[in-house]
Each structure stands twice: as C-alpha cells, then as structure tokens.
C-alpha cells in the first residue's frame, strides 16, 4: 500500500524558516517524481514545486521560488522541503504528493498533510 | 498561467440525484485534466484522469468528459459519502505550472 506521511509543520514567524519531511512506503521511491502541493485554510490547492526521480531536475512555482528548496533522498525513500523568509502567505496545509508514472502530469497518491502557520 | 474556473461553487443535491459539476480552462489544456475530491480533514483523491479515465478503485458512477477547454465531472446518483469539495487540475504544461480550479463543494440539499 503506498504511504506518504509529512512531518515537520508547526507555528513559526515571519521570516523564519522551517523544514517539512514526507516518509514514503509501499513503492519504489526511487522511480517517482514528487511534489509539494500546498492549500491555504479554507481555500484552494495550489503546486508549489518538483523534484525528478533522480532529483536532478526541479521546478518551483513563482510564489515560492527563491525561498524554499525541494529535495529528496532516495535511499532513506524521503522528501524534503526547505521552506526560508517565511511569510504569512505561506500558512497552508502542505501537501507530499506523488506523480503519476509516464508523460502524464497528475497527483496519484497525496499525504495527509502538514500544516505550516506563520504568524507573530 | 492557465487560469481553471469550476462552477458552481456550491451544489446542493438530494442523495440519489445526479450531480454535475463544470471546470473551464482559460485556454485548451487537450485532455490533460484530472479530478480529485477532498473530505473534510482529508488529503485529495484522485477520482478521473485524462479528462474521462476513472482511477483504479473509484466507482463507476462518476464520470468525465470534454476536451480543450470545456469538461464535466458526473456523479449519476449521489452517495451520502460523495459529499465533498471537487477540484479540476490541468496538467498541459512542461516545465510545471499546474493549476487547480478553485473547487465545487457537493452538499446534501
């Protein structure tokens, strides 16, 4: 069965930084490109960055790039993300989710989330 | 970026009643759009894929259709569990930019 659980979201200020983990099970880890999609309190879903199989190739949306940083270890079948210059914008539930295997660009399996506050 | 609008915000259904929900594209996205429902509390689920192919395990009583900018989520008779938030996303571009609708809430009329 595959599992993606995210740790590492808490209440920080703003311009702090904090660090989210997703602990994957259940797949070859190794083989899937992942993602951090990220939803505001009551509002939409929004994608937030890209990692490749390999982590050779990343991607980040323009709301966030610059301050946060996505990573990954292959063998310890974790992903990262580095989030700095916090601000209140960013406060969401954060999303590991995997993307489908292929050329098609969809979420197949999500985490249960992480929550991320920014606030003084 | 592609700008995904889903009408209506708000859907109020009788159980057993069909439930259909609209995601526009702001410009053609080819069948590259899934749909994902979300539960109070819960992570999203991936429900269609390529505009019309049902996930493994999701009941045939949801369906997609359309293409380019134009697409329809169909639930034919709503279950008390079908009662969730509804999100399109497309997923045309590479590099990534990937973008949701900003969701259909399914409630109990």
């Known amino acids: 069965e595959v599992q993606l659980v995210e740790s590492g979201g808490g209440l920080v200020q703003p311009g702090g930084s904090l660090r989210l983990s997703c602990a994957a099970s259940g797949f070859t880890f190794s083989s899937y490109e992942m993602n951090w999609v990220r939803q505001a309190p009551g509002k939409g879903l929004e994608w937030v960055s890209y990692i490749s199989s390999s982590g050779s190739t990343i991607y980040y949306a323009d709301s966030v790039k610059g301050r946060f940083t996505i990573s990954r270890d292959n063998a310890k079948n974790s992903l990262y993300l580095q989030m700095n210059s916090l601000r209140a914008e960013d406060t969401a539930v954060y999303y590991c989710?995997?993307?489908?295997?292929?050329?098609?660009?969809?979420?197949?399996?999500w985490g249960q989330g992480t929550l991320v506050t920014v606030s003084s | 970026e592609i700008v995904m609008t889903q009408s209506p915000a708000t859907l109020s259904v009788s159980p057993g009643e069909r439930a259909t929900l609209s995601c526009r594209a702001s410009?053609?996205?080819?069948?590259?759009l899934a749909w994902y429902q979300q539960k109070p509390g819960q992570a999203p689920r991936l429900l269609i894929y390529?505009?019309?192919t049902r996930a493994t395990g999701i009941p045939a009583r949801f369906s997609g259709s359309g293409s380019g900018t134009e697409f329809t989520l169909t639930i034919s008779s709503l279950q008390s569990e079908d009662f969730a938030v509804y999100y399109c996303q497309q997923y045309n571009n590479w590099p990534p930019a990937w973008t949701f609708g900003q969701g259909t809430k399914v409630e109990i009329k």
């Open positions: 390529g505009a019309s």
């Open positions: 989710a995997r993307l489908t295997d292929g050329y098609s660009y969809y979420f197949d399996y």
């Open positions: 410009q053609s996205v080819s069948s590259n």
